[in-house]
Nanobody, 124 residues
Framework: QVQLVESGGGLVQPGGSLTLSCKVS????????MGWFRQAPGKGRDFVAA????????DYAASVKGRFTVSRDNADNTVFLQMNSLKVDDMAVYYC?????????????????WGQGTQVTVSS
């Protein structure tokens, strides 16, 4: 059974930074593509970033490109989301997700496993 556990969320002022982590257990992490999604209150789940199994390829939503960086440590079964220059519009519950075939995709329906989410609050 594959399990994903996010951490690192919290309260940050606009313009600040946070780094989210997602620890994966079970399965073969080094074969998974990994994605980050977010859901703000009253809105749907949106793609944020994704990274291929070997870190060779990444993809970002236009709204976060240049501010967020996705990375992974296959030796530690962990994926990260470094978030800089945070805006109020970035406030949401952030979820990591695992795609077991290694497909780099922006579509949530393609992901096989999801974490429970971590809250990011951006407020002064």
């Amino acid at each position: 059974q594959v399990q994903l556990v996010e951490s690192g969320g919290g309260l940050v002022q606009p313009g600040g930074s946070l780094t989210l982590s997602c620890k994966v257990s079970g399965g073969t992490f080094s074969r998974f593509a990994m994605g980050w999604f977010r859901q703000a209150p009253g809105k749907g789940r949106d793609f944020v970033a994704a990274i291929s199994a070997t870190s060779r390829y990444t993809d970002y939503a236009a709204s976060v490109k240049g501010r967020f960086t996705v990375s992974r440590d296959n030796a530690d079964n962990t994926v990260f989301l470094q978030m800089n220059s945070l805006k109020v519009d970035d406030m949401a519950v952030y979820y990591c997700a695992a795609e077991m075939t290694g497909l780099l995709t922006t579509q949530g329906r393609d992901y096989d496993y999801w974490g429970q989410g971590t809250q990011v609050t951006v407020s002064s």
